[in-house]
Each structure stands twice: as structure tokens, then as C-alpha cells.
Antibody, heavy 124, light 108 residues
Framework: QVQLQDSGPGLVKASETLSLSCNVS????????WTWIRQPPGKGLEYIGM???????NYNASLRSRVTVSVDTSKNQFSLKLSSVTAADTAVYYCATAGFCRNGVCYVAASDVWGQGTMVTVSS | EIVLTQSPGTLSLSPGERATLSCRAS???????LAWYQQRPGQAPRLLFF???TRATGIPDRFSGSGSGTDFTLTISKLEPEDFAVYYC?????????FGQGTKVEIK
């Protein structure tokens, strides 16, 4: 059973880089697709980006110039970096599954496993 | 990108009543790539359906999903107290993945 534990600073200064990690347990990070989703206070869910098992990435067009999603197989985790943050980036950030690989074939999938979420506040 | 529009924005109902939530897509979405999530206050979203009408593990059968193409529906046959929450649809077949803006089911 895959479990996710996201971690990172809850406070980031404006213009700096937000960095979050999501530790994977119960599975190899190489056997799944992964995604980051955020939710500003009182608002809906926003897709940030995802990474496949071959480390192909896809990003929300509105964030593409500032976002990087990567995988660290040695630590069995994946990460999010968002640069040049502003108050508009204040949100709860979630990591989640986005697909899986079985017997050499990979499939996109809905997000059935989520991290607990990290509230990140951007301060001026 | 595919835009998902959910309606209504808020649904005010009493326990035991039937809830019908709509999700309309700006382009055709494969049913196998349409998901529904439930989010209770202070919690991460929970997957309800991973292919329009296929319930995720542990989801009670009072929840049902239907639809195809551009129109999808989530129905809760008889609302239980724990069902009052926000519901989101998502398409994950064509990048970028997109969510609807959500429907809040509140107690009348």
C-alpha cells in the first residue's frame, strides 16, 4: 500500500523558491507517476504538474516558467520547486499518485493516494 | 486545455435527500479518464470514482457516477451526515490535468 508524506517549510519569503518533498513508502518511486496539486485558502484544487516513471514532466501552463517537479530514486521521493513566489502562491500543497506501472506497462490514473498536505504561506 | 464546469456551485439539502452534481467538459473526455473526489474540511481530497462510474475502494454504493463525452454526473442517493462536503471532478487523460471548480453540498 503506497503512502505519501509531504514535507517542507511552511513559510517562504516572497521572491524566493518554495521547495517541498514527498516521501514514498510501500512502493518504488520508479513504479508510479506523481503529481502536485495546490489549494489556496477557501478555493478549489489547482493542478501544478506531474512526472512519469521515465521522468517526463507536464506542468500547468500558468506556472510552467517557475515550476520543476523531479524524482530522487535514491531517497524514494519526488519534489516540487516553485521559484519567485508571491502571495498568490500561498496554499496547501498536496502530493499524490497520478499513474502506475505493471509488468512494464504504465497507465495514467486518478489520484487515489494523497499526502496530508503542507500549508505554505508566502510572506512579504 | 480541457475546462470542467461544475454545477451547481452549492447544493443545500437535508440528510436523506438525493444529491445530483454535474460536471461538463469543454471537450470530449474518455469516461475512463474522468474522476470524482470528495473533500471534507481540513482534509485531503478522497477519490470516489476513477473512471466516471467505477467506485474507488471503500466507497459506499449510495454514491453513483454516470455520463460520457462532455457530460458527467455524480449522484448521492440518500445523503448521510458525513456526505456534506465539497466535490470535484477531474479529467486526467489529456495533459494538463484539470479540475472543476467544485460543488459544495451543505446542510439545509
Amino acid at each position: 500500500q503506497v503512502q505519501l508524506q509531504d514535507s517542507g517549510p511552511g513559510l517562504v519569503k516572497a521572491s524566493e523558491t518554495l521547495s517541498l518533498s514527498c516521501n514514498v513508502s510501500g512502493a518504488s518511486v520508479s513504479d508510479y507517476y506523481w503529481t502536485w496539486i495546490r489549494q489556496p485558502p477557501g478555493k478549489g484544487l489547482e493542478y501544478i504538474g506531474m512526472i512519469t516513471s521515465t521522468e517526463t514532466t507536464n506542468y500547468n501552463a500558468s506556472l510552467r516558467s517557475r515550476v520543476t517537479v523531479s524524482v530522487d530514486t535514491s531517497k524514494n521521493q519526488f519534489s516540487l520547486k516553485l521559484s519567485s513566489v508571491t502571495a498568490a502562491d500561498t496554499a496547501v500543497y498536496y502530493c499524490a499518485t497520478a499513474g502506475f506501472c505493471r509488468n512494464g506497462v504504465c497507465y495514467v490514473a486518478a489520484s487515489d493516494v494523497w499526502g496530508q498536505g503542507t500549508m505554505v504561506t508566502v510572506s512579504s | 486545455e480541457i475546462v470542467l464546469t461544475q454545477s451547481p456551485g452549492t447544493l443545500s439539502l437535508s440528510p436523506g435527500e438525493r444529491a445530483t452534481l454535474s460536471c461538463r467538459a469543454s471537450q470530449s473526455v474518455r469516461s475512463s479518464h474522468l474522476a470524482w473526489y470528495q473533500q471534507r474540511p481540513g482534509q485531503a481530497p478522497r477519490l470516489l470514482f476513477f473512471a466516471a462510474s467505477t467506485r474507488a475502494t471503500g466507497i459506499p454504493d449510495r454514491f453513483s457516477g454516470s455520463g460520457s463525452g462532455t457530460d458527467f454526473t455524480l449522484t448521492i442517493s440518500k445523503l448521510e451526515p458525513e456526505d456534506f462536503a465539497v466535490y470535484y471532478c477531474q479529467q486526467f487523460g489529456r495533459p494538463p490535468r484539470t479540475f472543476g471548480q467544485g460543488t459544495k453540498v451543505e446542510i439545509k
